[in-house]
């Protein structure tokens, strides 16, 4: 039963969304202001879970998120998909025109910028979360500057949002796994992805070899990243995502992966959350 779940940022950040959305409403959130201290979080025994933006359809794969889950040997348990709507937030009662300065994560100015040319007196302030500066302006009462959070923040946080949806591709999905301790207790009959990290020799057609493995064994291949291995310059370990229709399809690859890969490890077998 999960009672706690570290997340990044405060509450009514996207990472919070998740928590009430894949669990409920009870789960206690751990707030973190780094995906560090999340990590950390879970490695001391401080909460059951946590939860982890890993790629946005935008901007891409979150490369350091990787790298946490697999240095602190965590297990994906689940997945989650959030469209994610930015909004341009103040304290009641200032227009647009009264806002000096609008704070947010560097990803969300990002994909709010063609919105504030409109907007020339503006400046954009990259800080640390979205929900955060949400927060920071409601408990020292800032006039004059605006957060891009989502819209529970606004409803925690007593702002008025002066703008919805204001990023400028209208169709923002993130995916956030859902992050133990310990593997998965998800029914073998119900697992329907896995991920999974190896590495291949440094010779032609090794990493097309094994992916033809995949092929050969009906694994839809949802998602490949590569990551240098840092103590062995020049080489690198392969994140794979796939989907299947029966898990005895990937039990199958997984064994041939195991022969023909070096280090297989896998690091999460769960249902697909876009099904």
């Known amino acids: 039963m999960i009672k706690t779940v570290a997340i990044q940022g405060v509450k009514g950040s996207f990472h919070h969304i998740v928590s009430q959305q894949f669990f409920n409403k009870d789960v206690d959130a751990i707030e973190c202001l780094t995906f560090d201290r999340v990590v950390d979080a879970l490695a001391a025994q401080e909460c059951d879970a946590a939860i982890m933006a890993l790629e946005n359809s935008i901007a891409g794969s979150i490369l350091p998120n990787y790298a946490l889950i697999d240095k602190y040997n965590l297990h994906v348990v689940g997945e989650h998909y959030v469209d994610v709507q930015h909004n341009l937030m103040v304290l009641p009662g200032q227009s647009i025109q009264d806002i000096e300065e609008v704070y947010s994560h560097p990803m969300a100015l990002l994909q709010c910028k063609e919105f504030f040319k409109q907007y020339p007196h503006i ?153």
């Open 123 to 275: 400046k954009l302030v990259e800080d640390k979360d979205t929900a955060e500066v949400a927060q920071r302006i409601h408990n020292k009462q800032l006039k004059g500057i605006g957060a891009i959070a989502s819209v529970m923040a606004a409803e925690i946080f007593e702002l008025d949002i002066l703008a919805h949806s204001i990023q400028t591709i209208k169709h923002n999905e993130t995916r956030f796994a859902i992050v133990k301790r310990t593997n998965s207790e998800v029914p073998e009959n119900e697992i329907s992805k896995a991920s999974i990290k190896f590495e291949t020799d440094h010779k032609r057609g090794s990493l097309a070899t094994i992916l033809n493995v995949m092929s050969d064994c009906k694994l839809n291949l949802t998602k490949i990243q590569s990551l240098p291995i840092v103590e062995t310059p020049w080489k690198y370990s392969f994140f794979v995502d796939v989907t299947f229709q029966t898990y005895l399809d990937f039990k199958k690859a997984k064994s041939v992966i195991e022969i023909m890969g070096h280090n297989l490890k896998v690091i999460g077998e769960y249902k697909n959350g876009k099904l």
